[in-house]
């Protein structure tokens, strides 16, 4: 029996390219964990369990707004501006006793307090200073993983949301749980048993308690799959992404930032000497790497910590990884000194802080506190932040002052 040749048919390009992205979606391509958030109305979500080395499906978030010199794609060229990016708090993510931004709002509306009489021009100095979009006042934030669904598709990644959404999930566990009894376990997480979670979001609610409304979806089976957790598996848990993760580039971030906005502001709270003596108290908690001696000095990632990332970088060469630092303006200096695992994680420490950066508050029209609408910019390339040597962070501010008073 002859077959017919006709029924069998050259794979077109486009279906295979198709079938790469299916695959991406279900197996959750790591190269970059997507953010995700809550649209205006009601929006269903399947909050994923927290990873084994975990203590929680949901870890607290806190950054600080700071301006700091950017690079971007605009009609194909590089614009450099200064933008506002997310600097961690030292004690949410570092575990310190004190921030530096923290101590420069107090040190500042001390300062502000005892040397401005008039009432109303002193609301206004402290307004300016602490001011949720203009200022310098902490997000409060939580992240964790988890499904959302848009039009009965699953998308999948990290949701950052405030402590009105949080606060609800909360209410939901309590309501949940027996009357009277102790609450044992969320009601979202595990992983046969989990219930989907339907949030109403109204942004423009005068009342903050009406911008969040949420309940349980009891109706349909939200069961994660083996291939669902096995991919889930594979991903950087959020106690290795959020918790004890503050550097001191985070530290001469956050001075940079801060000093640019004492100069704008004209506080001058950088010319008393008592606050550059916090600097560099604060300073000294955060040690810099010697990246002559980065092999020695950073633990490099095992063969087991490079099969978590299973990005693309885990398989380019060094000349490969050279080439992508140099294409992506990443500024990354690459020293004989440092092995390929190294380059690599320098690598996606530099795109992590872009990602990062994907939701600039410039663009929110109420208080976070009552909004969780984010906007996602043009691509960023940052510039590498040149690392202080000593007290040279503390000299660049002095040196700005004096340079202003010129």
Known sequence: MTADRKNFKATSVSTMQKQEKDVKKITYDS??????????????????????????????????????????????EQVTEIKKRPVFNAKIHGGAQRDIVDEYVKFTTKILSDTIEDEEKLKAKIEALTHWKTGLKLKPEWVFYCH???????????????????????????????????????????????????ITYKPKEKQ??????????????????????????????????????????????????????????????????????????????????DEENT????????????????????????????RYIKKNN????????????????????????IAEAEVDPEVEDTDPEESDAETIPEKVVEKPVEKPKGSSALQAAKDALKNKKK
């Open 148 to 198: 959302k669904y848009v039009n009965g598709q699953k998308q999948f990644g990290l949701m950052s949301v405030s402590n009105g959404v949080k606060n609800k999930l909360n209410e939901l566990a309590i309501t949940e749980d027996e009357p009277g009894a102790p609450i044992a376990t969320d009601p979202f997480t595990d992983v046969d048993d989990g219930k989907a979670i339907l």
């Open 31 to 76: 190269e970059r964990t997507e953010y995700l958030h809550l649209e205006d109305g009601v929006n269903k979500i399947r909050i994923y369990p927290a990873h084994p080395d975990s203590e929680s499906f949901v870890y607290p978030y806190g950054r600080w707004w700071l301006n700091r010199e950017v690079t971007y794609e605009k009609n194909g």
């Open 295 to 322: 092999e020695k000095e950073t633990p490099q990632p095992s063969s087991k910590d490079e099969s978590l990332q299973g990005d693309e970088f885990s398989e380019m060469t060094r000349e490969e990884l050279k």
């Open 330 to 353: 990443l500024g990354i200096t690459v020293k004989q000194s440092m092995d390929d695992n190294a380059i690599r994680k320098i690598i996606r420490e530099e795109i992590k802080v």
């Open 208 to 289: 903050a308690k009406d911008v969040y409304k949420a309940t349980l979806e009891f109706r349909g089976n939200y069961a994660l799959t083996d291939e669902e957790l096995a991919a889930f598996s594979k991903l950087e848990s959020l106690d290795k992404m959020f918790r004890n993760v503050y550097t001191r580039r985070d530290f001469d971030l956050a001075v940079m930032g801060i000093k640019m906005f004492d100069v704008d502001n004209e506080f001058n709270t950088f010319e008393h000497d008592e606050f550059v003596a916090i600097i560099e108290e604060l300073q000294a908690q955060w040690p810099e790497v």
